[in-house]
């Protein structure tokens, strides 16, 4: 995910879902060793900013998978309900459906996405797709192929050839996420 809509997933949180932003900070903090308050403290700008970094390191899984789920039923609805159409499959209004057939037809899974793909930004099909995968325990074959087929459906394909900057993935990411962990501790008493 570009930093960008990392940075407008904790937005849409912060603005629309504070119960569930408050937790999201609950949970990165205590995976860091950290008193939630020394990240509220922060301005809004680095709490998110903060918020992006940590959900991407490891055992922050759950916390970013549950994140990520609530942005696109809330935020995304219009084009979970569109591929959701698109493939025939019964739902809710909402985007939400409880019987997925376990195959996908490939010519309407193929059409779908291509509109999709037009229709919306192609960052958010990527992410919908690559989450929409995870609710079978095997996922579809379909999918999977068509994903390995398409760029536009991978992570890392477009950005890799532009990014040239330290990623929060990065050795220098991890360093200042290290360095903001012993600044807490430092500046925190009691805190170990």
């Given at each position: 995910?570009?930093?960008?809509?990392?940075?407008?997933?904790?937005?849409?949180?912060?603005?629309?879902?504070?119960?569930?932003?408050?937790?999201?900070?609950?949970?990165?903090?205590?995976?860091?060793?950290?008193?939630?308050?020394?990240?509220?403290?922060?301005p809004?700008?680095e709490?998110?900013?903060?918020?992006?970094r940590?959900?991407?390191?490891?055992?922050?899984?759950?916390?970013?998978?549950?994140?990520?789920?609530?942005?696109?039923l809330k935020?995304?609805k219009e084009?979970?309900v569109?591929?959701?159409?698109?493939?025939?499959i019964k739902?809710?209004?909402d985007?939400?459906?409880?019987?997925?057939?376990e195959?996908?037809?490939?010519?309407?899974?193929?059409?779908?996405?291509?509109?999709?793909?037009?229709?919306?930004?192609?960052?958010?099909?990527?992410?919908?797709?690559?989450?929409?995968?995870?609710?079978?325990?095997?996922?579809?074959p379909?999918?999977?192929k068509?994903?390995?087929?398409?760029?536009?459906?991978?992570?890392g394909?477009?950005e890799?050839k532009?990014?040239?900057?330290?990623t929060?993935?990065?050795?220098?990411?991890?360093?200042?996420?290290?360095?903001?962990?012993?600044?807490?501790?430092?500046g925190?008493?009691?805190?170990?």
């Amino acid at each position: 995910m570009n930093p960008e809509t990392a940075v407008s997933v904790f937005q849409f949180l912060r603005n629309e879902q504070r119960e569930v932003y408050s937790a999201s900070l609950a949970a990165l903090a205590a995976n860091r060793k950290l008193r939630p308050v020394f990240i509220q403290r922060k301005p809004v700008a680095e709490q998110i900013a903060w918020l992006g970094r940590n959900v991407q390191l490891r055992g922050s899984d759950e916390v970013a998978e549950q994140t990520i789920q609530l942005w696109l039923l809330k935020e995304n609805k219009e084009l979970l309900v569109d591929f959701l159409d698109g493939l025939g499959i019964k739902h809710d209004g909402d985007g939400a459906a409880d019987d997925i057939p376990e195959k996908l037809n490939a010519k309407k899974l193929k059409a779908t996405v291509a509109k999709l793909l037009k229709d919306y930004d192609p960052e958010r099909v990527r992410i919908y797709l690559h989450i929409f995968q995870t609710q079978s325990s095997k996922g579809w074959p379909e999918l999977e192929k068509l994903v390995a087929e398409t760029p536009e459906l991978q992570f890392g394909v477009p950005e890799e050839k532009e990014s040239a900057g330290a990623t929060p993935q990065s050795e220098e990411g991890i360093e200042e996420v290290k360095k903001e962990a012993k600044s807490a501790k430092d500046g925190e008493p009691g805190e170990e």
